[in-house]
């Protein structure tokens, strides 16, 4: 079975950065849309940004202007560059896959802006 393995949370302080990843195996990057959604405590799950299979992106309000989805098709692998940080971007974020054969979620990373 084709798997999303996310990585690249932690702690970071308010104004940094962090680069989350997201492995896919087999040909998902090829026939399938990669997004990101993160969810904090006691909120909905919500679209940060997504990538399609022809290198199309779109964000979500909360990450425009500082995060930047993109994808290295070579490492089968997308990423979540992440500037400005800020306390209100802490959160669980998973990676999800949408395609042909329906829909996968990774098991998320946390990513946690304080001080």
């Known amino acids: 079975q084709e798997q999303l393995v996310e990585s690249g949370g932690g702690l970071v302080q308010p104004g940094g950065s962090l680069r989350l990843s997201c492995a896919a195996s087999?040909?998902?990057?090829?026939?399938?849309?990669i997004s990101w959604y993160r969810q904090a405590p006691g909120k909905q799950r919500e679209l940060v940004a997504l990538?399609?299979?022809?290198?199309?992106?779109d964000y979500g309000a909360s990450a425009k202007g500082r995060f930047t989805i993109s994808r290295d098709n070579a490492k089968s692998t997308v990423y979540l560059q992440m500037n400005s940080l800020k306390p209100e971007d802490t959160a669980v974020y998973y990676c999800?896959?949408?395609?042909?054969?329906?829909?996968?979620w990774g098991q998320g990373t946390q990513v946690t802006v304080s001080s």
């Open positions: 990538i399609t299979n022809r290198g199309s992106t």
């Open positions: 087999g040909r998902i990057l090829s026939t399938n849309t």
């Open positions: 999800r896959a949408a395609g042909p054969v329906g829909v996968q």
